[in-house]
């Protein structure tokens, strides 16, 4: 039995995240949520897109349908993530320091760089992705092929 100790004098951000999973005939083939202690809100948005894309991936493997033959449209509540995979990824990469680190254009370090390097593994097999903004609550973290 494993015991997790809280400090109650701490404040703890408890980060959650969801997703859903669609056909493009929208039948729903997978679908996932959790949570987690002092996760970030882009922390919990990323770790949605890379648990959907984990789960489009070994629906369409057991399904044999190759990767590269599948587009997918995901969609997403989090501004934040839209933005940084269709514009800034690019700005970040490009502006790379010398041991490989992302740098943002106010010469910071991208903090999520790790997570968002393990999500484009996961795009660089389809087709194509394309990424779009939803309003917040009126939907859920999807994906469409």
């Not at 919990?44 to 070994?58: F, H, N, P, T, Y």
């Amino acid at each position: 039995m494993k015991w997790l100790k809280i400090d109650l004098e701490k404040e703890y951000v408890i980060g959650t995240w969801s997703y859903v999973t669609l056909t493009s005939s929208e039948m729903i083939v997978d679908s996932a949520s959790g949570s987690s202690l002092d996760m970030t809100i882009a922390n919990s948005e990323l770790k949605a897109i890379d648990m959907a894309l984990r789960g489009i991936r070994l629906y369409l493997k057991d399904k044999k349908i190759p990767l590269h033959t599948v587009s997918i449209e995901l969609y997403s509540d989090s501004k934040f993530s839209v933005q940084a995979f269709n514009k800034f990824i690019k700005v970040w990469r490009k502006n790379a320091n010398t041991e490989g680190k992302w740098i943002k254009s106010n010469n910071e370090p991208v903090v999520n760089q790790h997570e968002f390097e393990r999500i484009l593994h996961l795009m660089k097999d389809f087709r194509s992705i394309t990424v779009c903004h939803i309003s917040a609550h009126k939907g859920f973290t999807i994906m469409k092929w």
